[in-house]
């Protein structure tokens, strides 16, 4: 992965815009450290291959980003992301990493399930 250009990110956000597509979004705070710390509050969402068509993607923000996706009846949005890349199958992968590295979002596109 590399880090985000907003310019090209928008240009892969766009190639999947009015198509049927494959999602995989993902938050976590550290879910699997909550056996370390009693005392830590574990949090995260999670869907993977669900399929949606969005009108409009758009990427904002200095860094970390967010994109957000237009749905017909609503919007998927992912933020704190930070590093992206196009892998050799057309999937679009977001990921948003921690200043330890450690990831903490991410949202994906493909044409093709997960």
């Keep these: 992965m590399q ?3 907003v310019e090209e990110v928008q240009t892969a956000l766009n190639r999947f815009a009015n198509q049927d597509v494959y999602l995989h979004l993902e938050t976590t705070n ?3 450290a909550s056996h370390h710390n009693e005392r830590f509050f574990s949090a995260g969402a999670y869907i993977r291959n669900g399929r949606i068509r969005f009108s409009r993607g758009k990427i904002v923000g200095k860094g970390p980003y967010r994109v957000g996706l237009r749905l017909d009846f ?3 949005y992912a933020e704190g992301l930070t590093d992206w890349e196009v892998t050799d ?8 990493h921690d200043y330890e ?3 903490a979002v991410a949202l994906q596109l493909s044409y093709e399930p997960f």
């Design 3 to 5: 880090p985000i250009r």
């Design 30 to 32: 550290g879910a699997y």
């Design 74 to 76: 609503g919007w998927v």
């Design 89 to 96: 199958k057309g999937q679009l992968l977001l990921a948003g």
């Design 101 to 103: 590295g450690k990831l």
